[in-house]
């Protein structure tokens, strides 16, 4: 286990940023792509596997809310347009998308291995993303797919409850304020975002499982898919991961 965080400033300026990371922990540097649904844990399951194993957990997400702090100059024409896409409210595209990895290259490329988290998120980008690790003579060891049934999931979303001033995140039953309705940290008035309504949930999990599925079958013909049940705790979680893993290899 290694208490140092992988330096992903390369991932999240691109450009000619250069790989801080050290080789990995296990000695294997693991290459995963993470999928799941909001809900089933995946963000703490990337904190553990990038703990665990050293891997760097490569979040394009992370890119986007960082590329907004960057000044112009530091940005890359991919970046640029990306922003400007989600300045006007519309989808990235998925060859911007595409851009924005290969100009990132070099971090697939790390001896600590990586977690893609967030992409791909279509076949378009999948197939861009195969023949990218093609070209540097890398595979995928799997894509781990974290799974929870609806009603759980709407039980731990619908759950939460935010401050209007911090943006400070608590839930109900696991982790409530110290004083029910009323944030810790700034004594704001909490509240139960529409978002996170059941109805609400209910249409984001079913628009999350048709617009992943042709992204499953992509990854279960090629024998990379490896589903894992997400619930129990973090710990029982990961452990179900890495012996899912260790029983394919």
């Known amino acids: 286990m290694t208490d140092a965080k992988p330096d992903r400033s390369a991932w999240l300026k691109g450009g000619n940023s250069k790989c801080q990371a050290k080789p990995a922990a296990t000695g294997k540097p693991w290459r995963f792509v993470l999928l799941g649904a909001p809900g089933v844990g995946k963000g703490t399951q990337a904190e553990l596997l990038t703990a665990r194993l050293g891997a760097c957990h490569l979040s394009t997400g992370d890119i986007f809310r960082a590329a907004k702090q960057l000044d112009e100059r530091e940005r890359t024409p991919a970046l640029t347009a990306a922003l400007e896409y989600m300045r006007r409210g519309e989808l990235v595209p998925d060859s911007t998308v595409i851009d924005i990895v290969r ?23 999948a197939d861009a993303l195969e023949v990218l690790l093609k070209e540097e003579g890398l595979r995928l060891d799997a894509v781990l797919n974290y799974e929870l049934p609806i009603e759980l999931i709407v039980k731990r979303l619908s759950g939460r409850r935010t401050c209007p001033g911090c943006k400070a995140v608590y839930h109900i039953e696991n982790r409530p304020p110290k004083k029910e309705g009323v944030c810790d940290n700034c004594g704001g008035e ?3 975002r529409e978002d996170d309504r059941p109805e609400s949930i209910r249409v984001r999990m079913e628009a999350y499982w048709k617009s992943t599925a042709p992204l499953t079958d992509f990854y279960n013909r090629r024998g990379l898919l490896l589903t894992i049940p997400a619930n129990g705790t973090p710990e029982e979680i990961f452990n179900r991961t890495m012996e899912a893993l260790h029983a394919r290899s």
Do not use: I
Request: with cysteine; glycine share 8%.
């Open 103 to 125: 100009e990132r290259r070099e971090c697939l490329k790390c001896e600590s291995g990586f977690l893609l988290d967030g992409f791909p998120r279509t076949v378009a980008q």
């Open 190 to 192: 909490l509240y139960h």
